[in-house]
């Protein structure tokens, strides 16, 4: 599978986004989302009333994603670099 980490970290992010919009009422699950999304840290600092959590979503899975596309790339590059 060529992208492994991509995906699975991508589908971390969906069901992690997912479990947020379900139960964003308790304590744990909030805690949960903001402690492994990395721009839930940040988004509160450029909105201050109001929070949108569509674009908080789509923030995480794309980060998640990236996150997973580096390790894939490093990955590739470290199995080329120890088989010449």
Known sequence: MRYKYTWMLTLFSVALCF?????HETD???LLFYALSVPAWFYPL???????P???YLLTI??????????DRLS???RTRTET
């Open 19 to 23: 479990i947020h919009f379900i139960g």
């Open 28 to 30: 744990p699950v909030y």
């Open 46 to 52: 450029f909105q201050y009333t109001n929070i949108n």
């Open 54 to 56: 569509v674009p908080l």
């Open 62 to 71: 794309l980060s998640w994603a990236i996150i997973g596309y580096c390790i």
């Open 76 to 78: 590739v590059h470290r």
